[in-house]
């Protein structure tokens, strides 16, 4: 059913919204492509003004640059883009634009933490204030003193969308930390005064109980230190475990921690960091991303989170977060050339999904399985990455041209999971060659 008043969506009957007391309500039914329509009319009954019609055409042809993803073929079949949409993109127009409550203000630009953002290097003994410091030259073991800052803030999920994410350095994911393996981490976490709740840090990473989430609780205005010795190499998770862990982990508090082995890693010519994770919200999971612009402020959802139906699947914080300018291998100080190899450390903070992680048009010459330094698997096409956990994936960029990151749960692209990466350089005809091919994509990567 469907509210008239509010637009929200439920499963079951009734004559009166759950949510908001409105009527009248409409029966709605499950709709291939957009989620849902009225029962039985295709589109029809629902009251749309022109200008409505072409803004959710647009935002499905945006989606569809963003994705490359079926949905902008189909749009452009049925005549998206064009005031002559059918009654499918009417729909979609119209789920575009219902508001229940408007999108607040934000208190960051930018929710994503970038890709590129992230130590190059283990051999730093202090990160403070969103920098790696005092790069030092190793001799053995050091000590590394962390400061976290935490933050509740309201950001943008999606254009005219918004949410609120908890924190660790106001960006999902946080910092990434990196040490070697016999490494002591020196942790300090401080909660400001004005936040909402305690929060703390479960160093996956971390030998002791809770890994360090106990004694590192900490309550607006105070802050907590806690000095572990890294005993394990490996790529691990931390999030925030505070009760109730799943309210805390869907509300964006989680990153990587990178334990090198003992004489470090080998050396590649670019690494990223990629966090994959979901947010749960009032809308539910019916709904594609593209969907759910201008969609107001969404509340999380600890009803969706329980069935495990995602409003978002998102890789560093928000749909569309690595990709276009922000895509990987476009930046003029960062170019990925053919020839040079690459190094994504990949982590699935969930809180409910594993994540079958794939680089479309790459194979992987290297996977470190389940993010350990010590199982490596060669020439992967698509490896899993469990909620709570991590990988670690190498490979030669040997063809020019646009890649795209995704979870092979493939649904989930409507949902975000999607990120670009674009490799520069000569054809190689030799390895790739289209003979013969029709054009279909315009906007073809290369
Ligand atoms: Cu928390």
């Known amino acids: 059913m469907q509210c008239s008043t509010c637009m929200k969506i439920w499963d079951v009957g009734g004559t009166e919204c759950p949510y908001c007391g409105g009527s009248p309500v409409q029966e709605v039914e499950p709709d291939w492509q957009y989620g849902y329509r009225l029962k039985g009319e295709e589109g029809g009954g629902i009251v749309m003004d022109r200008r409505q019609l072409l803004r959710g055409a647009a935002l499905l042809g945006l989606a569809a640059a963003a994705t490359g993803s079926g949905i902008g073929y ?41 890709p590129m953002d992230m130590p190059r290097t283990a051999d730093y003994t202090l990160y403070d204030k969103g920098q790696y410091q005092n790069v030092v030259q190793r001799a053995g073991p050091i000590t590394q003193e962390v400061h976290f800052n935490l933050a509740e803030v309201v950001a943008t999920m999606v254009d005219g969308t918004t949410m609120e994410f908890w924190t660790f350095d106001s960006t999902v994911p946080g910092p990434m930390l990196r040490a070697r393996v016999g490494d002591t981490l020196d942790f300090f976490l401080h909660n400001p005064p004005d936040a909402q709740m305690p929060h703390n840090v479960d160093f996956h990473a971390v030998t002791g109980p809770g890994g360090g989430a106990v004694p590192l609780d900490t309550p607006p205005g105070g802050s907590s230190n806690l000095r572990v010795k890294l005993l394990n190499p490996g790529i691990f998770i931390y999030h925030c475990a505070f009760p109730d862990i799943p309210d805390h982990l869907s509300h964006g508090m989680y990153g990587l921690i990178v334990v090198e082995p003992e004489g470090g890693l080998p050396p590649v010519d670019h690494e990223y960091y990629l966090m994959q994770s979901e947010f749960y919200t009032e809308r539910g999971g019916r709904l594609a991303y593209s969907q759910l612009k201008d969609a107001g402020h969404l509340a999380n959802s600890m009803e969706f989170g329980n069935m495990e139906q995602p409003t978002f699947v998102v890789w560093n914080g928000r749909p569309e977060a690595v990709a276009g300018h922000r895509a990987i291998g476009v930046h003029n100080d960062d170019r990925i050339e053919t020839g040079q190899t690459v190094r994504l450390f990949v982590g699935n903070a969930g809180p409910n999904l594993v994540s079958s992680f794939h680089l479309i048009g790459e194979i992987f010459d290297k996977v470190y399985v389940e993010g350990s330094f010590d199982l490596v698997n060669r020439n992967v096409q698509t490896t899993l990455v469990p909620a709570g956990g991590a990988t670690g994936v190498e490979f030669k960029a040997e063809v020019p041209g646009d890649y795209i990151a995704v979870d092979h749960s493939i649904f989930r692209i409507h949902k975000g999971a999607v990120a670009s990466l674009h490799v520069e350089g000569e054809d190689r005809p030799d390895i790739f060659n289209p003979i013969k091919t029709n054009n279909l994509r315009s906007a073809g990567s290369h």
Do not use: F, M, W
């Open 74 to 114: 189909a749009a452009t079949r049925g005549g998206g883009g064009s005031a002559e949409a059918g009654p499918r993109e009417q729909v979609a127009a119209a789920t575009a634009t219902p508001v229940s409550v408007p999108a607040k203000p934000t208190d960051v630009e930018e929710i994503s933490r970038h």
